[in-house]
């Protein structure tokens, strides 16, 4: 079961299940998904290290819905849990409310009752050090009680904030915040593997720190040698205290014509690229919003690899009568689709993140195509 943070769910559903493509998840309840197979605990952990939108998994889980089940109905089932398990040592039990209380229900209570469990069946209680973690997840929305071995941590923070545009070396006051742009990577490239994310605009570096800092290979372009060189400054900031090599390049060169622009060595091997293109003043002059990311698209497919996924980031005129229509804030809607389809593309999947009162941004997902 993987459980959710609350900044984003749908966009949070949509990077686990890009994270983990060989699996399909089903929504117990909003913030819980269930899979459909099981995933090694390795697999979970790098999932886990990577995500921005993902909580915690509880591995070989058990639940209960209290509108037709009871707690003795959960410890059984706990105890069946417990009494599976091929491991044996320290072990603590953490709880976790989402979506607000569940009447007449006590996490710890419960924890409490699932602690006595454990210890009858030879695991001894460590709520410093344990080296085993029992999640206990109650959700107020659904009444659904979930307990499974924690793979990860109930801690809310994930770093993003110390990684902030203004607590960068380098940065203007127009950046993601750095949950989105981690989250917009893991969209565009799914698992960590050998191939590259590609990030032909890449301003004061957000999603470049991002990528990098997962440990995946990453090209970051701009033509602006100022922002080259900040975004070198934050890869390398962000990256104090590392000691895993990281491969990526930070080039100077024109996102119209990154074949030229990027080394051979990068040909081919870019499964994932990350597009928030300036709108207003920017570095390429006169060109209208338009055929700038329309030439970078097709300049793109001329060094992606087969099956490589765009995610592109447009600000939008947010939906106050939530209508569900997309109000962009340069140009049109109707434009901007052909525009993608004109380049080969294909769009997967859209999401709205509200900004402040008079800005959104649209999130797309999109399939891209090489060129022959």
């Given at each position: ?185 893991n969209l565009a490239c799914g698992p960590i593997d050998t191939q590259a994310v590609l ?174």
């Amino acid at each position: 079961m993987a459980c959710l943070r609350g900044w984003h769910v749908a966009l949070a559903t949509a990077e686990v299940e890009a994270l983990a493509p060989q699996t399909k998840f089903v929504a117990m309840s909003p913030r819980l998904l269930v899979s459909s197979s099981q995933l090694e605990t390795t697999e979970l952990q790098q999932i886990i290290t990577c995500s921005s939108g993902l909580q915690c998994f509880l591995d070989n889980y058990v639940s209960i819905n209290l509108e037709h089940e009871t707690i003795e109905d959960l410890l059984e089932k706990v105890t069946q849990m417990i009494q599976g398990a091929k491991f044996k040592g320290s072990l603590a039990v953490r709880t976790m409310r989402i979506d607000g209380r569940i009447n007449g229900f006590s996490t710890q209570t419960t924890a409490g009752k699932i602690g006595s469990i454990a210890v009858a069946e030879q695991f001894t209680i460590d709520l410093e050090t344990p080296e085993i973690e029992i999640g206990l997840i109650a959700d107020g929305g659904s009444n659904i009680v979930a307990c499974g071995w924690l793979v990860g941590n109930f801690d809310d923070s994930i770093g993003t904030a110390n990684r902030r545009a203004t607590e960068r070396p380098f940065f203007r006051p127009i950046s993601l915040d750095p949950r989105l742009a981690r989250l917009a990577v893991n969209l565009a490239c799914g698992p960590i593997d050998t191939q590259a994310v590609l990030d032909p605009m890449t301003g004061t570096g957000g999603f470049a720190v991002e990528a990098v800092m997962m440990g995946r290979r990453c090209v970051a372009v701009d033509m602006n040698q100022a922002m080259v060189d900040g975004t070198t400054q934050n890869i390398a900031w962000a990256l104090q205290g590392q000691s895993a090599e990281n491969d990526y390049q930070v080039i100077t060169g024109d996102a119209c014509e990154l074949s030229e622009t990027l080394e051979e060595s990068w040909h081919g091997q870019i499964s994932g690229i990350v597009l928030d293109p300036p709108y207003g003043r920017n570095s390429h002059g006169s060109q209208s919003h338009y055929d700038l990311i329309g030439k970078t698209l097709q300049s793109a497919r001329m060094v992606i690899g087969n099956n490589a996924k765009l995610v592109l980031i447009v600000p939008i005129i947010p939906d106050k009568d939530d209508t569900g229509e997309i109000e962009l804030l340069h140009g049109h809607w109707e434009e901007l689709k052909q525009l993608l389809s004109d380049c080969g593309s294909t769009i997967n999947g859209q999401w709205k993140e509200h900004v402040h009162g008079s800005l959104s941004r649209l999130i797309l997902l999109v399939s891209i195509a090489p060129l022959d």
